[in-house]
């Protein structure tokens, strides 16, 4: 996961302090400046988000504007979740 977060230029994991992750570890690459993709790791596992904030000041502050799951459990070795990856950043 490592090399995804690397190429996709995702920010370092940080805790979300908004609860709306629970408090668990964000990291998050912006698509443009108020959508952004999240990544969630619960223990061993990552939940992919797309989200809308006013900025990225807000993100693991507050809730989004709008919040959707993409991926539950994203695995890289599965091609449908690599193709739900690249269908945001190309």
């Known amino acids: 996961m490592e ?3 690397k190429y996709y230029q995702f920010s370092a994991f940080f805790k979300d302090e908004s609860d709306v992750f629970s408090g668990n570890q964000i990291a998050y690459t912006e698509l443009n400046n108020t959508h952004y993709l999240i990544f969630e ?5 990552y939940t992919l ?4 904030y006013g ?6 502050k ?3 504007e709008i919040i959707e ?5 994203y695995d890289k070795s599965i091609p449908e979740h690599r193709v739900a990856l690249r ?4």
């Open 41 to 45: 790791k619960k223990e061993d596992s």
């Open 55 to 60: 900025g990225r000041h807000e993100i693991g």
């Open 62 to 64: 507050l809730k989004p």
């Open 69 to 73: 799951t993409v991926v539950e459990n």
């Open 49 to 52: 988000f797309v989200s809308r």
């Open 3 to 5: 090399n995804i977060f």
């Open 87 to 90: 269908r945001y950043l190309g």
